[in-house]
Nanobody
Framework: VQLQASGGGLVQAGGSLRLSCAAS????????IGWYRQAPGKRRDLVASISSAGSTNYVDSVKGRFTISRDNANHTVYLQMNSLKHEDTAAYFC?????????????WGQGTKVTVSS
């Protein structure tokens, strides 16, 4: 599985961005795709995820502001980010989880940087 993340940029507080994560390769094996973020000097944390069944999950700090969705035909997952805050500034990474006989495998895309100016 290969993941290509895009859509980051510089935006003013209160603005919006949409991140995209395009999957290729063995996409049929993906159980869930999530967006994580990592600010400088901090750990990488889950922001939102969507399962193959369409179930979504959000960290409390983005509920009501971020929406994760997917386009199955194009194997792409989106993260619509509205009402952005300075504290949303981070590198955002998409992650795909697959389940094999050896357990769960994680695949990561390259980060896309989001900078929110206050």
């Amino acid at each position: 599985v290969q993941l290509q993340a895009s859509g980051g940029g510089l935006v003013q507080a209160g603005g919006s961005l949409r991140l995209s994560c395009a999957a290729s390769g063995s996409t049929f094996s993906i159980n869930a795709i999530g967006w994580y973020r990592q600010a400088p000097g901090k750990r990488r944390d889950l922001v939102a995820s969507i399962s193959s069944a369409g179930s979504t999950n959000y960290v409390d700090s983005v509920k009501g502001r971020f929406t994760i969705s997917r386009d199955n035909a194009n194997h792409t997952v989106y993260l619509q980010m509205n009402s952005l805050k300075h504290e949303d500034t981070a590198a955002y990474f998409c992650n795909a989880k697959t389940t094999t006989t050896w357990g769960t495998l994680n695949y990561w895309g390259q980060g896309t940087k989001v900078t929110v100016s206050s």
